[in-house]
């Protein structure tokens, strides 16, 4: 069984008046979730708040105690230019001397700043695995080492409980400008909506995170991110949930799921309204389409889909003896 260590915040922006980082924290717990991995995590921001020592020297360090067989980086600085982030020096000495093949993974490719930290972390990445847009890494050097795919999740945590769906529509996530617009219009016309969350706005629990969603009938999502469209991490914790995901309507979510048959999208404030109030009003219709969501999820889009792909990317030149430890024949190639 291969041997994973991961590099992650802890603490949402490394800060932990900000909660645990729920990106981050999904990561990992979705290959452990698989079984198809030992999974290790290593804090560099818990460890230089604790210590207030180079977190960069001890994570070098446990690599060559620990000598794993795959690194997941995940980062949002520079190397070597914040506390909680390895040097361009620890990279090196990872990929080239140790010779530990290192996964980078990216949520926001598709904004300006992610994309330069990427491209330079990229000669020392075996592979770049970047989800939100399909788009983002177009045109970068080396793009025979970027990814496209969808956020894994933690299966044990989000799935569907069978509870009662006392939640008529929920919006859980940031509280922007534009995306609070659409909740006051909904509720100015009389349909009511649960809304909270925001990572850095108001922080919940993962925990609570996944009652809401297990509650709510219908989750709104926004497809709308620095600009451009882009498919979120709730819609798959929305299809893992079992709730019907109401969507604006965007480029990236729709190849992977089909409109108006795994989800429902919306082109307006007014067009909104008129599906919110259509699918209250026949739930058996919005649970048919969340069913469809859900089961189009957990066949094509699960953490252990994505933990295969990455790791036979990772090993092509040991495909069999991957393909032999993780008892997989033939990996899936990701469209």
């Not at 979730?33 to 360090?61: P, R």
């Not at 980078?104 to 989800?131: C, R």
């Not at 990236?252 to 307006?268: A, C, I, R, W």
Request: aromatic share 12%; with cysteine; glycine share 4%.
């Amino acid at each position: 069984m291969p041997r994973v260590l991961f590099f992650a915040d802890k603490w949402c922006e490394g800060k932990i008046q900000n909660g645990v980082s729920e990106w981050e924290t999904n990561l990992w717990k979705s290959l452990e979730c698989t079984h198809l991995a030992s999974v290790d995590v290593f804090h560099g921001d818990d460890y230089f708040l604790k210590t207030e020592s180079s977190s960069d020297h001890a994570f070098l360090a446990k690599c060559v105690l620990d000598r794993p067989d795959l690194i997941v980086l995940v980062i949002y600085r520079l190397p070597g230019t914040a506390t909680n982030v390895p040097s361009f020096e620890t990279l090196n000495k990872i990929s080239n001397e140790l010779h530990i093949p290192i996964l980078a993974i990216w949520g926001d490719l598709q904004s300006n700043s992610q994309f330069e930290i990427a491209a330079a972390v990229s000669p020392y990445a075996n592979l770049n695995i970047y989800t939100a847009s399909s788009q983002a890494a177009k045109g970068v050097m080396q793009s025979d080492r970027f990814l496209y795919s969808w956020v894994p999740k933690d299966e044990r945590l989000f799935k569907n409980y069978e509870v009662k769906r006392d939640i008529p529509i929920a919006y859980l996530g940031s509280p922007k400008p534009d995306r609070m617009t659409a909740v006051h219009f909904l509720e100015h016309n009389g349909v009511a909506v649960k809304y909270t969350g925001g990572e850095r706005e108001c922080h919940i629990t993962i925990a609570h995170y996944v009652e809401l969603l297990n509650r709510s009938q219908i989750s709104l999502s926004f497809s709308r991110s620095v600009g451009t469209h882009v498919v979120n991490a709730r819609v798959f914790e929305t299809m893992h949930a079992g709730a019907m995901l109401l969507e604006q309507e965007g480029d990236e979510t729709s190849k992977l799921f089909e409109p108006m048959v795994d989800y429902v999208t919306f082109k307006s404030h007014e067009d909104l309204l008129e599906k919110a109030r259509y699918y209250l009003a026949h739930p058996d219709e919005a649970q048919k389409i969340a069913r469809n969501g859900r089961e189009k999820t957990l066949e094509k889009y699960s953490a252990a889909s994505f933990w295969r792909i990455a790791f036979s990317k990772i090993f092509e030149a040991e495909v069999a003896r991957i393909s032999t430890i993780l008892n997989v024949i033939n990996y899936p190639e990701l469209k």
